[in-house]
């Protein structure tokens, strides 16, 4: 497999008004990572995210999948791009079941209108994308079961299901774990673990266990700002992450 990055930024800069949310961010994502951004709150992972799949534009820098340039392009055209995402909410649609939710993401990703749906072949695609991706996130016997009646974990888990039926080989998603409880937090280690034989992962993740048995690599932001970047021992044994940021969250959580 080529090391190429898959993604890259360079002199990533994000400003809302006088705040710098992202501040000259060089990051780099290589093929079938998992990549996990740390940092306290505030520190600009959103931000940083939300450049990354084109929801709000650099004021300054660069971000390039496969080396092009995404700046100019739409989030659809991004995500056709093979750029997926999911955000901190759940985004599910309540009264429709985990079929449909999936089979809902595929359309929109693919461009299809409600009402305009012709394409049997399309349909049946869509179909069976949408079955695929909850067999792969262990949802199968949810499949007809309203997205309102299951769990929190298997909203979570849906959330995935839905970003993978748009067929990314980029995700991006936030805080995937958030809100869990211990076990359901494994539930989804194990699910994005059992993704990278397909997938290229970034994560922000506040769950420290879970971001240190599945991470490659890991980015720690503070203040805007990278303040190290590397493998999970690297992170785990650096003086300054230690000092600036596992201090703080280690006293934050034994609080
Ligand atoms: N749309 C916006 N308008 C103004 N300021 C914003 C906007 N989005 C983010 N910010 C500010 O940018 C900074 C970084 O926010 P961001 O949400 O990226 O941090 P974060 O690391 O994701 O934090 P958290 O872990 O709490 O989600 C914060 O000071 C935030 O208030």
Redesign the pocket.
Known sequence: MSNEPILATHGLIRR??G?V??SDVDFDVRPGEIHAIL????????????LLSGE?PPSEGQVLFHGKPIQGKSVRQIARMGIGRSH?KTNIFPRLNCLQNCELASRIHMGGVFGSWRSRQRARKVSERALEVLETCHLVHRAYTPAADMSYGEQRQLQIAMVLATAPTLMLL??PMAGMGREETWQVTELLKSLTDRYTLVL?E?DMDSVFCLADRITV?VD?CVLESGTTDQIRTSEKVRDVYLGRHHEEATA
């Open positions: 809302f008004g705040l949310a992202v940092g306290p709150n505030g520190a600009g992972k959103s931000t940083l995210i939300n709000i901190q936030d805080e922000i506040h932001m805007g």
